[in-house]
Each structure stands twice: as C-alpha cells, then as structure tokens.
C-alpha cells in the first residue's frame, strides 16, 4: 500500500490565521503533540520574519527529533540562509522555498517576468541544496498559472536539486476535476518527476481544500500539507484530521496509508484550541463538538441499535471519548429511556409514556435537557422552584502563588454555620475545594463558561456551570463584579438542586411504597 506523507504546517500557515499567534513555548509544546499525532514533517515556521520566529524554528529543531523540521523562506539568499541557521540542529531538516508563478502575482506583486522567475526558481533551489539534502519548492498560487509554464517551472526546479514539488492552491480557486488535472498533466509531462514527492497545499477559500487535496492524492501526490483544525490563512487550509480519517475510512477509493496516530487527534485537536483560542465549530467533521452527537428520535434509536447506523467512524478512532445522544426536541423514546437507566431508573412502558409526554412539553421550551430536568420530570417536581439549602456568607481567597488558598464560609439546611478551607490549582478550585469539604456529595466539574453581563471594568460577571453531583449532572449559574465569588454561587445553586433531586427521589419513594402497600 502506497504511503501519504502527512506534512503539517500548523505552526506556520496556521498560525497566520487572525487570532491564532502561539508563544515559543507554546510552539514547542504544539509541536511535541503533533509529534505524538505522528506527523511525518512539521513546517515549524518562517525563520527570516522576526527574531522569535528564527528562536522557535531553532528551538524545535533542537528538541522534537523524530519528524522531519521545516522551515519556510523564499528564495532570496538572506530567508534561505536564516531557515538553514535555524534548521542547523535538527536531526532531520528541510528547507521549503517558495515563489509565486501566476501571472497575476508576477506582474502585480512581484513584478517580473516569467524569464526572471525562473532564473529565481533555479538560484533559491540551488542556494537551499547546498545547506541540505531536502528541499520543498512551491509555486505560490499554483493553480492560477498558466499550465504549460507551471510545467517549466517544476522541471527547473527539479533540475536545480528539488526533492519535493508543491502545488499550491493558495487562494482556494481550483476545483477537484481541475486540481486532479493539474497535477496529472505536470506528472505526465515534467522530466524526472517520478524521481521526487508531488506535494499539494490547498486553502478553503471554497469549502474544497479537503476534497481538492484528494483529488491531488487520487491524481499521483503523495504528500498533503494540512493543519489541526483546518486553521490558516482567511477560511484556512485542508483540515488535517479530516484528510486523514479520509483516506482511512474510504481506504477502499484512496488505498493508501499513513503514518498519524488518529487516537491523538481529539486530543491534539483540543490543544491547539486550548493555545489559540479558537474552537473548531460545533459541527466540524471529526472534532466538533457535535461530531458525534445525535440528537434526532430516528438518529438515536438506530445508534442505540447498532453504532454503524449512523457513525462511520467510532469516537475511539479519533480520541473521543463517547458518543452522545443529546436529549431535544427531536429526541425519541429509545434515548429518553436509555438516559433514565444510565441515571439508575427503570421506567416501565407506562411511565416512559408519561413522561416522554412531559418531557417534550419541556423541549419544546428549552434548547437542551439536563440530568436535572429528567428528575424533576419523573418525580412531578421543578428544579426552578428548588429551595436554597447552601447559602454563601462569606469568601476569602489568596492567589498568585504556587497554590491558591480559599476560605469559605456557608449557611446550611435550617441555619446552620460551616466554615472550611481549600487549595487548588487557581482560586475557582480552591474555592470548589472549600465548598466540598462541607458537603457530603461527590462532585466533578463538567464545564464552567464566563460572560461579561455589562460593559466596562467593573463589568458584572455571569459565570455557568455543570456539576456531576454523586454522577447526576446539575447547572448552575451565579453573577457577581467578583468572578470567584459568582462560580461559588453557580456552584452553590448546582448543589441546592442536588439537594432537590435528592429530596424529590425520597418522596417519590415514600408514595409508591405507600400505593404497594395497598
């Protein structure tokens, strides 16, 4: 089976995507992941743009040894020189040259002519082959030149010591018909093309930077240059784990393997949000938040059937950790049903008429049900009317060393008085860890969501949250100018309704144990 080689240029194209800027150490600490993910090249970025890019380049190159490095420069003799300096301690170096090839670039921007792009091509691959053995050319803005010359330019290129081409769709234009034609007519016609990797590099200025790189793939590449999450320049470039899991999922159209762990993607790709920022939108093919979610009746009931109905792929493939039936309006009994088992309830057919009834009634008005939501349903009680149980009188936090430390101080039940102290890795969790030392439940955070509820520097925070209470998940929410002070207060309302929950359960009890007794 032929192999794709997996170049990623997450750390430098990217990076250029608004917003997306990483620190060294944070590169550093992108770039071991993705060697985790197993990437076969890592472009670690753009040496000759500024000081701390040269520093990241050098500093990558010294410490992630099993991929091949990158660095990027164009084919002036001082870009080529500084990405060779950076690349100089790596144990596996390449230096990836570029020139843009399209008329449009060439009289516009760069203002020569064909003749003298050439001479460039030739001069910047000779100067990069003699610091290494692996030089990238890329034509920028392959896909708008015209062909015949493009063809010249690869096989000058070649000529001048190039082992890998690159042909680039810079400004997302081309098209899976055109692109596979492309590279098709510049493998039949470029001398010594066999003898190097034809690369593709596609942006999805259109929605078809994946679709194009595996027309390229299908068309004789064996290299695609991609990002985690498809983050770039603009709309972004070909997502990496959605080329991957391509070509794994359709191995019977693309018989072709590569070397990427795929149950590090879920992870890599929550790392780079975690770095940047920026999170994938929820529908995003692999690692989306909704990826592997289902929300309709018909959807849930086939997955609780047989997983293949409606998955191609399991969660485990990527690194996700489990499918979700989210409960909504579309939901059907089948995931209804199943949620009340998982919570420790057996409903009979009667009882799951009722309250799938009650429950749709109650979808109808909210966008997502809770834990909290299908035990007040059951119980024929409401979690909005649950009564204060824990009440805060009093909170003291110390930061900004090792460990923050937390007092706490509550008002229980029918007045009783608690004081606790806790530490934690910041003062959300020193304050949690307080509150817990009171409480006889067991606790996990799931998700904690900040907004600014009004303007300005003494803006009221309004923070949300979901609380795994003894494994049955409640939401929170609490407002206040003081951050901490409002997730205690989120996290306090979380419990109350544990409390509820709790109390509800007893009493539903006590009544059908009375009816039995009849």
Same mark, same amino acid.
């Given at each position: ?286 690692? +989306?938040?909704? @990826?592997? *979610?289902?929300? /309709? ?8 059937? $047989?997983?293949? &109905?409606? !998955? ?113 890795? +910041?003062?959300? @969790?020193? *304050?949690?860890? /307080? ?8 606790? $996990?955070?799931? &998700?904690? !969501? ?69």
């Amino acid at each position: 089976m032929d192999r794709v080689t997996i170049f990623d240029t997450t750390l430098r194209d990217g990076e250029q995507s608004p917003g997306a800027s990483m620190t060294a150490g944070e590169k550093l600490r992108m770039a071991h992941q993705l060697d985790a993910l197993g990437v076969d090249v890592i472009e670690a970025g753009f040496p000759i743009s500024s000081p701390e890019d040269f520093a990241s380049v050098r500093r990558i190159a010294s410490e992630v040894r099993r991929p091949v490095i990158a660095g990027l420069a164009r084919v002036e003799p001082g870009d080529i020189d500084r990405a060779a300096e950076a690349l100089k301690v790596a144990e596996r170096a390449r230096l990836h040259v570029f020139l843009a090839t399209s008329d449009i670039h060439l009289r516009h921007k760069l203002r020569i002519s064909r003749e003298e792009c050439l001479e460039r091509v030739v001069a910047g691959v000779q100067r990069a082959r003699a610091h290494v053995d692996d030089v990238e050319f890329s034509a920028e803005d392959a896909t708008r030149t015209d062909l015949p010359f493009l063809c010249a330019v690869m096989q000058a290129a070649i000529a001048a010591g190039a082992t890998t081409i690159n042909i680039p769709d810079t400004v997302g234009y081309t098209h899976p018909a055109e692109y596979r034609r492309i590279i098709a007519t510049l493998r039949a016609t470029v001398p010594g093309i066999d003898d190097v990797v034809v690369s593709v590099h596609c942006h999805d200025d259109l929605g078809l930077a994946v679709a194009n790189s595996l027309a390229g793939v299908e068309a004789g590449a064996r290299q695609v240059e991609c990002t985690i999450n498809g983050i770039g320049e603009r709309a972004g470039n070909a997502a990496l784990e959605e080329v991957v899991m391509a070509l794994r999922v359709r191995a019977d159209g693309y018989p072709f393997e590569t070397g990427v762990r795929t149950p590090e993607l879920y992870r890599t790709s929550q790392l780079l949000s975690y770095l940047t920022g920026i999170q994938p939108q929820p529908n995003k093919a692999i690692v +989306g938040k909704n @990826a592997f *979610a289902h929300e /309709a009746g018909i959807h849930q009931d086939g997955v609780i059937k $047989e997983r293949s &109905t409606y !998955e191609i792929m399991t969660p485990a493939m990527v690194g996700v950790p489990e499918s979700q039936l989210v409960l909504g309006k579309h939901s059907g009994r089948n995931a209804l049903a199943r949620r009340y088992r998982e919570l420790g309830y057996e409903l009979s057919i009667e009882e799951t008429g009722r309250v799938y009834k009650l429950f749709k009634m109650l979808a109808d008005q909210k966008k997502a049900i809770f834990d909290e939501d299908l035990i007040a349903i059951l119980q024929h009680g409401t979690m909005e009317d649950a009564p204060r149980v824990h009440r805060l009188r009093g909170l003291e936090v110390r930061c900004g060393e090792k460990r923050s430390r937390a007092i706490v101080r509550l008002t229980v039940g029918d007045g009783r008085e608690c004081e606790a102290n806790g530490e934690g890795d +910041g003062p959300l @969790a020193a *304050a949690f860890a /307080a509150v817990d030392a009171m409480i006889e439940f067991r606790t $996990e955070l799931e &998700t904690l !969501e900040v907004h600014s509820a009004t303007p300005g520097r003494d803006a009221v925070g309004e923070v949300s949250l979901r609380l795994k209470v003894n494994g049955t998940t409640f939401t929170g929410r609490g407002a206040s100018t003081d951050i901490v002070d409002a997730a205690v207060r989120a996290y306090l309302v979380a419990l109350d309704k544990a409390s509820h929950a709790r109390e509800l359960e007893a009493q539903h009890l006590e009544a059908a144990s009375y009816l039995w007794g009849v």
